[in-house]
DNA sequence: AAATTTGTACAGTTTAAACTGTATGTAAAT
DNA sequence: ATTTACATACAGTTTAAACTGTACAAATTT
């Protein structure tokens, strides 16, 4: 009966964890699969997670695959065994701000960029315009939100220097 | 035409901005409904978001309340008008920040409370324990998890004092 | 080489979120 | 006081996300 006892308290565990966890935007399932992993104390396979998290296996897989893929999971060898064995990153602040914070940039800049474009357009509107209409509030809003993502870029630029 | 030409821009330009919205955790809906009242000059009834989006009036309340609720959107008053009128918060970047930033604390601090009970109630099992059992190692894990809660919110809390 | 074990692609199902139309209570207008 | 106009609660529907089981290719074991 004491192994009931640490499930339940690893559950509660889990659970509130998760929640921090969902808002860098890891969706339930990728959110217990890391909670679960980081608090094993040893890499697991598909097969166990599967069997912990009462899911199926494929599930893991993809669950797995997201993570690794933003560098929150590492995959390890162990000789003589057969299967994948999946460790979460035990630098919990630094690999989920890096990864974070990172997205933040990247999106910021990627939009930003493109919003450019569309300002590009209103301008060459502007220009061969029967000047029957007026495009400039439009632009006078575009430019303000393209500043909003140059201070959103920036914040986070900063932040990662700290 | 022209009517036609600008439509085409605010598209454009609502599609790129409500990708970044969503990244603060506005679903698509309150992300374009933002982004259009933002690009709007004059305040909007419920009844003209609905048939600018196409969407159902009684998404545009339901939308409309949750961006209400965290300060992202303003009720106006006009008088003459009976209907209600809306128009987005113009300081965006503040605006957003402020109110991201606070969720992120409150969420941070909350979650790391929760965990400290559960941190409390290993302890007290660890004492009228067996000894057939180990839960130390689960409360190391604990233990950096709350570290993890607290360097988050300590990151937080640094960047609304910028 | 044959047989077994593994991870994952894919189609289909289940579950949850988003959305709509009707109904209702409230406030303004007649 | 009656009528009209409005926002929203609610039940039901549609749409999208999450999840599963089967099938298959790659790798290992026999």
């Known amino acids: 009966m004491n192994d009931a006892k640490r499930e339940n308290l690893t ?8 929640k921090t966890l969902e808002m860098f935007n890891l969706n339930q399932l990728e959110a217990r699969l890391f909670a679960y992993l980081y608090l094993s104390e040893k890499p697991l396979t598909l097969d166990e997670m599967s069997e912990a998290l ?7 897989s993809t669950g797995i695959r997201s993570l690794s893929d933003v560098n929150l ?5 162990k000789k003589g065994i057969r299967k994948d064995l999946y460790q979460a990153n035990s630098q919990l602040f630094k690999s989920f701000m890096n990864w974070y914070i990172n997205k933040w940039i990247e999106a910021a800049n990627h939009q930003k960029d493109s919003l450019l474009e569309i300002d590009k357009e209103i301008r060459h ?3 061969n315009e029967d000047a029957s209409e007026n495009l ?3 632009e006078k809003q575009l430019k303000a939100i393209i500043q909003f993502h140059n201070e ?9 220097q700290e």
């Open 11 to 18: 559950n509660k565990i889990i659970i509130e964890f998760s």
């Open 125 to 127: 509107e502007q220009d």
């Open 73 to 77: 999971v590492t995959r390890v060898w």
């Open 152 to 160: 959103v870029e920036i914040l986070f630029r900063d932040i990662k």
């Open 136 to 138: 400039a509030n439009l």
């Open 54 to 60: 009462g899911k199926s296996k494929t599930s893991m």
